[in-house]
């Protein structure tokens, strides 16, 4: 039996011992804790493939707001626009080169996401968008090395969300032949960068870049945000803990 064989009849060995599972290593995992706040730190498990979580950092109080990736499929007005809302299926070469090859393999037109009347970001795993804001990455770690006022950053380049439709992964029925079904939708590829996760290897790595950043939002208002943690206790990934710093 060849070795590409082998990992595939373990993995089916996998699926079939326990539905629950992650079959490409806690790629995702069951929700397991409830979302959560303290001073000046968020927590959110965001580790289900199905689920935005909105956080409104002007009422930090009243919890998160969870809101589920529309997957069934509608008629679209017009198949021709492009950055359509719906899911777009890829195939990726997770037994060989990783993420770095792969395919298109076709779309699925969905509802648009929806979403809370106010929110200032929202996370999907390792993912994170903003409500019309814009990030910068700083090279501070810690909160108290911050200068005092985000004025310090006001010459700096800050980058907005942009369209993207293959990080975030909402469709896992097709993964033993390679295939992942992602929402279309835009992201904050700056601040998203603050876990990231790659494969090879087997299985995937996830990276915490702990570097602090900043969030110009719409209003003219600034937070900083840091990952501080991206696993809970049980090891789950994608459950995060996040410092911040709002009003900044």
Known sequence: MTRRLHIIYWLGAMLSLSACKDVLGNLYDDPADTPS???NQLYVDASSWADWHYIDLKDVGKGFVTMSIPLSEQTP???STPNSPGI???WYDVFGEGLS???YEGFRPTEPQPEPAQWSFAVHRNNVRTNGGKVLETNYVLME???ASSEAFKDSIFTPDEWDEQDVWAVQDQMLQGLIGSQGIKLNKVLSSWLRVDIPPMPPLFTL???IFIVRFADGT???LQLANHMNEK????CLTINYKYPY
């Open 145 to 147: 090395q911050l200068p």
């Open 101 to 103: 090859n792969y395919r």
């Open 88 to 90: 777009y299926t890829y």
């Open 77 to 79: 007005s017009d198949s």
């Open 209 to 211: 870049n702990s570097h």
């Open 222 to 224: 600034h937070a900083a």
């Open 235 to 238: 090891g789950t990934k994608c």
């Open 37 to 39: 706040t303290t001073q």
